[in-house]
């Protein structure tokens, strides 16, 4: 097994405000599944810390969670070719992205939202180019920790 470099980077977006996104529809193309459902979740916050010295705090951050069934455990065992769960742009002002979480857990994050046990998302991510990313990881948290670095 071999081991992934290091992120090149990491953010801290404290959460202001989140959205819900749900929609049901026949499906466009046929498949096993005769409806086309989407849910997605849209997180706008600021940057609080980054790692780097190019990046100031006080950003905006606007991150999109769509939800994925290949993601889930059972799924993605065996799949080496999976080593990033989004991606990120910098843009104007800010930062812009997109992470895919298991369908299984986006229910759970959002409980967590909405009973305000979650205003932080930490991102770690690889640089793709001048103004795109992968993202490696992320993490849901609570308060932002004092050792973040």
């Known amino acids: ?11 801290h977006i404290t959460i202001e405000r989140w959205e819900w996104d749900y929609s049901l529809g026949a499906a466009r193309m046929e498949g096993p599944d005769p409806l086309a459902e989407l849910r ?3 997180l706008k916050g600021k940057l609080a810390k980054d790692s780097g010295k190019s990046v100031k705090a006080g950003l905006t951050a606007e991150i999109r969670v769509y939800e994925g069934a ?3 455990e059972e799924n993605r065992l065996g799949n080496a070719k999976l080593q990033d769960v989004g ?3 910098r843009v104007k002002g800010g930062f812009e992205g ?19 046990r979650y205003g932080h998302i930490d991102i770690s991510a690889w640089k793709d180019g001048p103004r795109s990313s992968r993202v490696r990881s992320y993490s849901f948290k609570k308060t932002m920790a004092d050792d973040w670095d």
Do not use: Q
């Not at 097994?1 to 953010?11: G, T």
């Not at 997109?98 to 305000?116: N, T, W």
């Open 87 to 89: 991606m990120l742009d």
């Open 40 to 42: 997605g979740l849209r």
């Open 70 to 72: 290949h993601f889930r």
């Open 1 to 11: 097994m071999r081991k992934l470099k290091e992120p090149d980077f990491w953010l």
């Open 98 to 116: 997109v992470i895919i979480m298991p369908d299984d857990a986006l229910p759970l994050v959002m409980l967590m939202l909405a009973m305000g």
